[in-house]
């Protein structure tokens, strides 16, 4: 894997790899793709104004989450259908989480099951530079109360560091690339052959009954750290910390659930000055490279998560090439702190950017793969 020596190289290997169908469901969003675009404006609407004669010969991109040191302040964020990507399926990611020593969501629409992810024996090379990683179970509402906190109860037995729930899909939204191929991902296959969403039945009942008085009673009965995902308003970044959540994670699902939603790296500010620093703040879309993560940790993000780049490498290598992108992301931001004259991760701060003009080109779907990939 170390011939990948740029993201690029790894999403081109990720095309040779999967199908038509494969790719759409990968780098798709929800109708018009625009929340998916904005994502990326979004990003490459903001420009550096570095410092210039600071100190920047050891660089450190060490952090903590969840009480436990990480290599690498970017978490891999949940994959539905990761099982598609490649042999193994959770199993692989999660072997790449232990190899890198990196925060890892697993999502509950995926395969195999979280405590068969949680009994996979370690990669040999796990933990190796001294960082433990952490794994975070994300489930989908697809049953009651009592389904829930037996799936909470299991998880917790199996080890998982944290509980999440998505709160941004009460429904199943239309994604067009995959409506005009009639595909159904795998996470979208009913057992009885049916399909969720636009494709067939609607079941996300249980998901669009999810209220406030879930995570209030999550947190009363049960002792695990929860992270809320898909927060994209100020107001719901403060009331989730006032009933205890542990994790804000700021997201519009990487485009693909509300068209014209607020980007990622826009709705952040708002969030992280509501939660005052009451709980830890992840913020995803359209995050591919160490310059995208700097911006965000820049606008008060704790945390970076990054969804395509880990299912492209998936895609082009399994956990090995999921190591390898990682690797390229923390080189990638090295440099970019060094340049910005930033040491540590608590000096890259709102100072170090401001609105630029967009390129042309920025923020639209890329088919050009030596600028990464559509989607980009």
Not at 148 to 161: C, K, L, Q, S
Not at 212 to 220: D, L, Q
Not at 270 to 293: K, L, S
Not at 331 to 342: C, T
Request: include cysteine.
């Amino acid at each position: 894997m170390r011939d990948f020596r740029t993201i690029h190289e790894i999403a081109k290997a990720a095309r040779r790899q999967l199908d038509d169908n494969l790719w759409d469901y990968v780098l798709g969003g929800a109708d018009a793709e625009a929340a998916l675009r904005r994502n990326r404006l979004a990003l490459d609407a903001l420009q550096f104004k570095p410092r210039v004669l600071n100190d920047v010969s050891n660089v450190a991109t060490e952090t903590t989450f969840l009480g436990k040191a990480m290599r690498l302040p970017v978490v891999l964020a949940p994959l539905g259908s990761v099982q598609d990507l490649a042999p193994g399926g959770g199993v692989t990611a999660w072997a790449a989480a232990q190899t890198f020593g990196a925060a890892m969501l697993l999502s509950s629409a995926s395969q195999p099951d979280f405590e068969t992810v949680a009994a996979a024996p370690a990669p040999a090379a796990a933990n190796a530079a001294g960082f433990p990683p952490c794994r975070v179970y994300q489930l989908y509402l697809v049953g009651d109360q009592a389904w829930m906190d037996d799936i909470i109860e299991r998880a917790m037995a199996a080890g998982y560091d944290a509980f999440c729930l998505t709160v941004d899909t009460a429904v199943y939204s239309r994604r067009e690339r995959d409506i005009a191929k009639r595909y159904v991902p795998s996470s979208g296959r009913r057992a009885d052959g049916g399909a969720f969403g636009s494709l067939g039945a609607v079941d996300f009942h249980a998901q669009a009954r999810m209220t406030w008085k879930t995570v209030e009673h999550i947190k009363a009965k049960f002792d695990i750290p929860l992270v809320l995902k898909g927060i994209q308003r100020g107001d719901d970044a403060a009331r989730a910390v006032a009933c205890g959540v542990e994790v804000v994670y700021v997201s519009n699902h990487g485009g693909r659930q509300l068209d014209h939603a607020r980007a990622g790296i826009d709705a952040l500010p708002e969030v992280v000055a509501a939660v005052q620093g009451g709980a830890t703040v992840i913020v995803d879309g359209g995050f591919m490279r160490g310059a995208d993560v700097a911006k965000g940790l820049c606008l008060g993000a704790d945390l970076v998560g990054m969804g395509r780049v880990t299912a492209l490498a998936l895609a082009a290598g399994g956990d090995a090439a999921v190591v390898r992108a990682l690797e390229l992301v923390e080189e990638e931001l090295r440099i970019v702190m060094a340049l910005l004259g930033a040491a540590r991760l608590e000096d890259l701060t709102a100072e170090l950017v401001e609105p630029a003009t967009p390129l042309p080109g920025d923020g639209k779907p890329l088919t050009d793969l030596p600028l990464i990939a559509e989607g980009y």
